[in-house]
């Protein structure tokens, strides 16, 4: 076994036990089904936390002294010196930004989500992986964080509450977050995976869809202690839901639009894993991505709509509803992963006219031969990482809808799993996806991740955000978040760095370097943007023992682009 994949699973057996012994039952819980190395790097990392919960007697043999390391911590109890907590808030040049928690156990929060209403930009919601869920008695783990001053500090936040629907089955949020308004009301809607947290990969299982808006979020009926409060988000559904334990859906993102004779709309895509113990490959699993529409009340959802009907290994849907009406997909057919060879990720869309829900043909964006990996590893980093595709639309002139593909890739993967220098790619399309320009790099050196795009539909610019570790040039191990303002043709015009200093990310007293999330998102209007992302700034002590040490925070920036 690598030694990078020791030290991953000696952090995870810290993690798992003292997480364990704040959240389960003393008796334990009934063991899952058994899941794969392979498995476990593909699915999200919010159902991954609870299986390791759920399975600690995975953990190698040789790591037994972590658990009684563990033991020893919970037992001795107790606060600490109660110490520096350090700064919430800071700002630099036209930069502000600001923790967007009230987190006082010193437990992770990232994978952000966020969005703005366009017609009040003082409303803001932000969602999170909040690991304050592995402590809440129901096991909700889907964090939401509202503002009604435009971000400028939190006004109230909790715990997506779960959902159950007819004959289904309650679950609890369970993390990947997707958070948008409406442009015609500002409702305010959210997403979560919704599986059981005992058993996630052996039970049923959902895609949660929610609806609330700002009275309701600032109503005394919505408490304001942090909980899954039903009265908070009072309208929730499926989406899609899974009675098949062989089956996770995974990996959901949605966006709220008007789309043609349909009107306002949920369109919702997911990756549907089939699990199978008995399937003939290595990685143990084939998987598919689905669509489904909902209205906009989420009184009704269409069965589910295959979209990548000829791949057998995909991930990373992303969904847009073009100032056209018309429905964008995109998503990664990832080749070698099944086979135990060198990945290539092929980037591809679909697009389904104004208010159809029948898609036209799938049309490759680019095939990519250097993919940060499933299972691979940057050269200076621990925490898990692969290529990931977005897209949005722009209304370019009012003639034709310009989609745009953003991604990461690696320069250089020696061994075909280490992934040096990754950069931040562009293209675009101006025939429904057809045809593809050229890729542009639009990051500068270094290693840059996780990407986020978004149009400002107020101007002719784009937005773009990444992860950088440019910044620490000896070593390419501290990150900071680095944006770009993009023209119409992809060239960008200006660049900012976002954060300063630069952010240790193995500074989490639980995570280490070993999660960080799947993604970060902007949201762009009038000039200005938003980003979500998670750091290590803030200090606090953990389940209140010991001294208050850096931690990771979900954060907002709020910047001029």
């Keep these: 076994m690598a030694f990078h994949h020791l030290a991953r699973l000696a952090r995870w057996a810290l993690v798992v036990v003292v997480l364990s012994l704040v959240a389960l039952p003393a008796s334990g819980v009934p063991k899952g089904r058994d899941m794969t190395d392979a498995e476990l790097a593909h699915l999200s990392q919010a159902p991954t936390v609870r299986y390791w919960m759920a399975n600690p007697d995975d953990a190698p043999a040789h790591l037994t002294d972590l658990f009684s390391r563990a033991d020893r911590l919970r037992a001795r109890g107790g606060a600490g010196d109660a110490g520096d907590h350090g700064d919430a808030r800071w700002g630099h040049g036209s930069v502000s930004n600001a923790v967007f928690n009230a987190d006082t156990d010193g437990l992770p929060q990232n994978e952000e989500s966020v969005s703005a209403c366009r017609d009040d930009r003082d409303q803001v919601i932000m969602g999170t992986n909040d690991y304050r869920g592995l402590i809440d008695p129901e096991g909700n783990f889907t964090g939401w964080h509202f503002s009604d001053d435009g971000g400028r500090s939190l006004t109230k936040e909790g715990l997506l509450p779960p959902v159950s629907e007819g004959g289904t089955a309650e679950r609890p949020s369970g993390g990947d977050p997707v958070d948008n308004f409406s442009e015609v009301d500002c409702d305010i809607f959210a997403a979560s995976l919704n599986y059981d947290p005992v058993d996630p990969f052996g039970n049923s299982n959902g895609i949660g869809i929610y609806k609330t808006d700002t009275d309701t979020l600032t109503s005394a009926a919505c408490g304001d202690d942090g909980a899954p409060d039903p009265d908070c988000w009072p309208t929730r559904r499926y989406a899609a839901f899974s009675e098949d334990p062989t089956h996770f859906l995974d990996k959901e993102w949605f966006d709220v639009g008007v789309s043609g004779d349909a009107g306002e709309v949920v369109w919702v895509t997911y990756s549907d894993f089939d699990i199978d113990p008995d399937e003939p490959n290595p990685a143990g699993f084939t998987a598919e991505i689905f669509a489904v529409r909902c209205d906009a009340d989420l009184t009704g959802c269409t069965d589910p709509i295959p979209i990548s009907e000829d791949d057998i290994d995909v991930q990373f849907s992303d969904v847009t509803i073009g100032p056209d009406g018309r429905v964008y997909v995109t998503w990664s057919q990832i080749l070698g992963e099944l086979e135990g060879t060198a990945q290539t990720f092929v980037h591809k869309v679909r697009v389904a006219e104004p208010g159809s829900t029948e898609f036209g043909p799938e049309h490759t964006i680019f095939s990519e031969d250097l993919a940060i990996p499933f299972g691979g590893v940057l ?183």
């Design 379 to 561: 050269h200076a980093n621990d925490f898990r990482v692969a290529t990931i595709l977005k897209n949005d639309v722009k209304d370019v002139g009012g003639t034709y809808p310009r989609i745009y593909a953003i991604w990461d890739a690696c320069r250089y993967r020696p061994l075909d799993t280490v992934c040096e220098e990754p950069t931040i790619w562009l293209s675009h399309s101006d025939d429904l996806g057809e045809t593809w320009s050229q890729r542009r790099a639009i990051s500068r050196r270094g290693d840059n991740y996780f990407p986020t795009i978004a149009d400002d539909p107020t101007g002719d610019d784009l937005a773009a955000a990444w992860f950088t570790n440019r910044h620490d040039p000896v070593f390419h191990n501290r990150q900071d978040v680095e944006m770009v303002r993009l023209d119409e043709n992809g060239r960008v015009e200006r660049r900012q760095r976002i954060t300063r200093p630069s952010n240790e990310s193995e500074a989490d007293p639980l995570l280490g370097g070993t999660f960080i999330g799947d993604y970060i998102e902007i949201f762009a209007h009038r000039g200005r943007a938003l980003i979500g992302y998670n750091a290590n700034y803030r200090k606090e002590e953990l389940l209140g023992l010991g001294r208050p040490i850096p931690q990771q925070d979900n954060y907002l920036a709020r910047t001029r682009y």
